[in-house]
């Protein structure tokens, strides 16, 4: 078995949302894959929120026709939570760009390998909100300006720690990826970089559900606070 994982384009997102391929558009770092001609939608977007006061409702809320919040929230606390150390996200997104029909920006997750204890910089006790790709995020940063936007950060991260990545789902997930995978992805290992046996993979494992029984501690509480108090 080799390592695969499914391409971000227009099928791959008709596949998860049921649109017609013909009516998506994605960007990968803001700039548009199908159609260039479209490209001023996402550049819309963008310059919106950074050349708007967030913290004027009526800011915020024209900013919510044009991107979902909740979405783009989830990219962000995702790749907090996970510990992802890349100095910038890269970011992929898509919208429904049915001619005169156009819809909100969406986000979605792509390579996380810079995360979950992968280095000594996304260890479970790393304050990723103080990383490069928070920090000098201007986007993000504006929204921040944002009330509703900070509590909505604040609920999505608290959400994941108890729902997506508590213990007992992380613990599941994990489980069902040895049940499944851990034979192959070992005679794999084996094949193409030297010699590994199931109970290694197992330990690798058992590292990763360390990460998610240690980072609630160090990414909710008073770390959350502090970020969304800025």
């Given at each position: 078995?080799?390592?695969?994982?499914?391409?971000?384009?227009?099928?791959?997102?008709?596949?998860?949302?049921?649109?017609?391929?013909?009516?998506?558009?994605?960007?990968?770092?803001?700039?548009v894959?199908?159609?260039?001609?479209?490209?001023?939608?996402?550049?819309?977007?963008?310059?919106?929120v950074?050349?708007?006061?967030?913290?004027y409702?009526?800011?915020?809320?024209?900013?919510?026709?044009?991107?979902?919040?909740?979405?783009?929230?989830?990219?962000?606390?995702?790749?907090?939570?996970?510990?992802?150390?890349?100095?910038?996200?890269?970011?992929?997104?898509?919208?429904?760009?049915?001619?005169?029909?156009?819809?909100?920006?969406?986000?979605?997750?792509?390579d996380?390998?810079?995360?979950?204890?992968?280095?000594?910089?996304?260890?479970?006790?790393?304050?990723?909100?103080?990383?490069?790709a928070?920090?000098?995020?201007?986007?993000?940063?504006?929204?921040?300006?944002?009330?509703?936007f900070?509590?909505?950060?604040?609920?999505?991260m608290?959400?994941?720690?108890?729902?997506?990545?508590?213990?007992?789902?992380?613990d599941?997930?994990?489980?069902?990826?040895?049940?499944?995978?851990?034979?192959?992805?070992?005679n794999?290992?084996?094949?193409?970089?030297?010699?590994?046996?199931?109970?290694?993979?197992?330990?690798?494992?058992?590292?990763?559900?360390?990460?998610?029984?240690?980072?609630?501690?160090?990414?909710?509480?008073?770390?959350?606070?502090e970020?969304?108090?800025?």
């Amino acid at each position: 078995m080799y390592q695969m994982k499914n391409a971000f384009n227009s099928s791959e997102v008709a596949a998860q949302t049921g649109l017609n391929k013909e009516d998506i558009l994605t960007a990968v770092d803001g700039e548009v894959v199908e159609d260039t001609q479209k490209q001023y939608l996402y550049n819309n977007c963008y310059n919106y929120v950074i050349k708007h006061d967030m913290r004027y409702e009526s800011s915020y809320n024209r900013a919510s026709e044009l991107m979902d919040m909740q979405s783009y929230a989830d990219f962000i606390c995702s790749k907090i939570y996970l510990a992802d150390y890349s100095n910038n996200y890269k970011e992929y997104m898509w919208c429904s760009a049915e001619e005169g029909k156009y819809g909100k920006w969406y986000w979605a997750l792509g390579d996380m390998e810079n995360s979950i204890d992968s280095s000594e910089l996304s260890t479970s006790s790393i304050d990723t909100f103080l990383r490069p790709a928070v920090v000098n995020n201007q986007f993000l940063n504006s929204l921040m300006r944002s009330e509703q936007f900070r509590k909505l950060i604040a609920d999505t991260m608290n959400r994941m720690a108890k729902g997506s990545f508590s213990e007992e789902n992380v613990d599941k997930a994990l489980n069902d990826i040895q049940d499944k995978y851990a034979k192959t992805i070992t005679n794999t290992y084996t094949r193409f970089a030297g010699a590994v046996t199931v109970d290694t993979f197992k330990q690798e494992l058992d590292y990763i559900r360390e990460f998610f029984e240690e980072r609630p501690e160090y990414i909710t509480g008073k770390y959350l606070e502090e970020y969304i108090s800025k």
